[in-house]
T-cell receptor
């Protein structure tokens, strides 16, 4: 397999603040990573595709100015939730695949609670 | 775009029985179909996947079948155990590196001992 980590594992913040979540591929390089959001008892909804060295591709309905994605290296992608509001509270999960392979491995997720 | 439907939404079986979860997809270009198992509060973990050039794949108690003509694929778990209890997600992709997965809604599997 392949190991993907996320940090932090959980975060509580006040409404209006920004929160940064890191996704790292620990034992492989990935030019593409994916960010998902999962609400309780629901499926994984793709938010955006993170591309190393270029702009992220956002899914329809996802505000790119609110969910900032930076993929600065072959092992790190970050998701920043700007001006977070209670409705942004969710489980955020990233995934990545080894170069030239299609199997995606998921990070452990970050639970965000906005008060 | 791709749409994946998954049934049933919940499934309860007695320990030792078999469990079958079915998914259908809409995009005939999809050619990669993974299944993930997610325990409460944990990350989804790949349990098996199949590509469109294969009709069936088996790994111990888990098997996946694919019918390209009907555009559906199924997960079969035999001799279920309590530790199989989790949420199972199917997904579809046009395959290749960097191509996104479209997930089904998930199936809650409960194995009663």
């Amino acid at each position: 397999g392949a190991v993907v980590s996320q940090h932090p594992s959980w975060v509580i913040c006040k409404s209006g603040t920004s929160v940064k979540i890191e996704c790292r591929s620990l034992d492989f390089q990935a030019t593409t990573m994916f960010w998902y959001r999962q609400f309780p008892k629901q499926s994984l909804m793709l938010m955006a595709t993170s591309n190393e060295g270029s702009k992220a591709t956002y899914e329809q309905g996802v505000e790119k100015d609110k969910f900032l994605i930076n993929h600065a290296s072959l092992t790190l992608s970050t998701l920043t939730v700007t001006s977070a509001h209670p409705e942004d509270s969710s489980f955020y999960i990233c995934s990545a695949a080894r170069l030239a392979q299609e199997t995606q491995y998921f990070g452990p997720g970050t639970r965000l609670l906005v008060l | 775009g791709e749409n994946v439907e998954q049934h049933p939404s919940t499934l309860s079986v007695q320990e030792g029985d078999s469990a079958v979860i079915k998914c259908t997809y809409s995009d005939s270009a999809s050619n990669y179909f993974p299944w993930y198992k997610q325990e409460l509060g944990k990350r989804p973990q790949l349990i098996i996947d199949i590509r469109s050039n294969v009709g069936e794949k088996k790994d111990q108690r888990i098997a996946v079948t694919l019918n390209k003509t009907a555009k559906h694929f199924s997960l079969h778990i035999t001799e279920t155990q309590p530790e199989d209890s989790a949420v199972y997600f199917c997904a579809a992709s046009t395959g290749g590196y960097g191509n996104k997965l479209v997930f089904g809604a998930g199936t809650i599997l409960r194995v009663k001992s």
